[in-house]
């Protein structure tokens, strides 16, 4: 068992010797700590394909997860019950992903064409078929 003397040193003794310098007050006890559960926090940067970059973080142990606002100036998480804050790496990313931003021009997306121009056609194929004419052209 380990016990400290009033001066913070501690010693490893047997059991029963160290209860009785408990009880009789010559010592103190050492708590023992308990290791803090392992947390794997996924911190990544959203590059900001449509809009500025941004920070967010993934927990596995408590399933949650945060995305700060891009003009976010504090990256601070709690959750598994204790505060995290963002690591220095993935800050750096987002100051170069956010410098990345302000430098380049962005273009909303183009809607992908679904039907064809009918100005762009020639005008046979605008006819309407016979009824004597068969329909395999256009299947």
């Known amino acids: 068992m380990k016990i400290k003397t009033p001066d913070e040193v501690v010693f490893d003794i047997e059991t029963n010797t160290a209860r009785l310098l408990l009880h009789l007050g010559l010592v103190l006890p050492v ?3 308990k290791p803090a559960p392992s947390v ?3 911190w990544y940067v959203n590059e900001g394909l449509y809009g500025p970059p941004f920070l967010a973080a993934e927990c596995d142990r408590c399933h949650s997860g945060i ?3 891009p003009q976010a100036t504090q990256f601070t998480w709690s959750h598994c019950g204790r505060p995290e804050a963002a690591p220095a790496e993935v800050l750096a990313r987002l100051r170069v992903e956010q410098r990345r931003d302000k430098e380049t021009v ?3 997306p183009q809607p992908r064409q679904r039907f064809f121009d009918t100005d762009q056609l020639d005008k046979s194929s ?3 078929p016979s009824d004597d004419e068969p329909l395999s052209g256009l299947f």
Request: hydrophobic share 25%; no cysteine; charged share 40%.
């Open 31 to 33: 708590e023992a700590s």
């Open 67 to 69: 995305k700060f606002a």
């Open 126 to 128: 605008r006819q309407a």
């Open 106 to 108: 962005k273009t909303p």
């Open 40 to 42: 794997k926090t996924k």
